[in-house]
C-alpha cells in the first residue's frame, strides 16, 4: 500500500509560479514511476509529467514542456512539480500518482495509486 499526500497549490497571477509537493509512505516509493496529472472542470484528467524511480528520466505533456519540472527525492519519498509562467489555462486540481512499474508514461491505468488532488488557479 502507497498512500500520497499532496501540498502546495493555491491562487497565483498568470505568469507566477509553484510548487507542488506529494509526499508519499510505504517503502515502495523509490521502485514505482510517479507521475503528476490534472482536471479541469468539465474536462478529462489529462497526464501532466512523469519520472522514472532514479529521476534520470522525465517526460512531459507539451502543453507544459519548458516551464513545469517534476522532479523526486528518494530518501524523502517526494516527488515534485515545479510550474513556472502559469497560465489560466493551467487551472486545475493536481494530482500525484505512484505508478506499477519503475517507469513512467502518459496512461492513467499504469498508476495505481493517487493523492487527494490540489487546486492551482491561475488568475490572467
Known amino acids: 500500500q502507497v498512500q500520497l499526500g499532496q501540498s502546495g497549490g493555491g491562487l497565483v497571477q498568470a505568469g507566477g509560479s509553484l510548487r507542488l509537493s506529494c509526499a508519499a509512505s510505504?517503502?515502495?516509493?523509490?521502485?514505482?514511476?510517479m507521475a503528476w496529472f490534472r482536471q479541469a472542470p468539465g474536462k478529462e484528467r489529462e497526464f501532466v509529467a512523469c519520472?522514472?524511480?532514479?529521476?534520470?528520466?522525465?517526460y512531459y505533456a507539451e502543453s507544459v514542456k519548458g516551464r513545469f519540472t517534476i522532479s523526486r527525492d528518494n530518501a524523502r519519498s517526494t516527488v515534485y512539480l515545479q510550474m513556472n509562467s502559469l497560465k489560466p489555462e493551467d487551472t486545475a486540481v493536481y494530482y500525484c500518482a505512484a505508478g506499477r512499474f519503475s517507469f513512467g508514461g502518459t496512461p492513467r491505468d499504469i498508476y495505481d495509486y493517487w493523492g487527494q488532488g490540489t487546486q492551482v488557479t491561475v488568475s490572467s
Open positions: 519520472i522514472n524511480v532514479s529521476g534520470g528520466a522525465e
Open positions: 510505504g517503502r515502495t516509493f523509490s521502485n514505482r514511476a
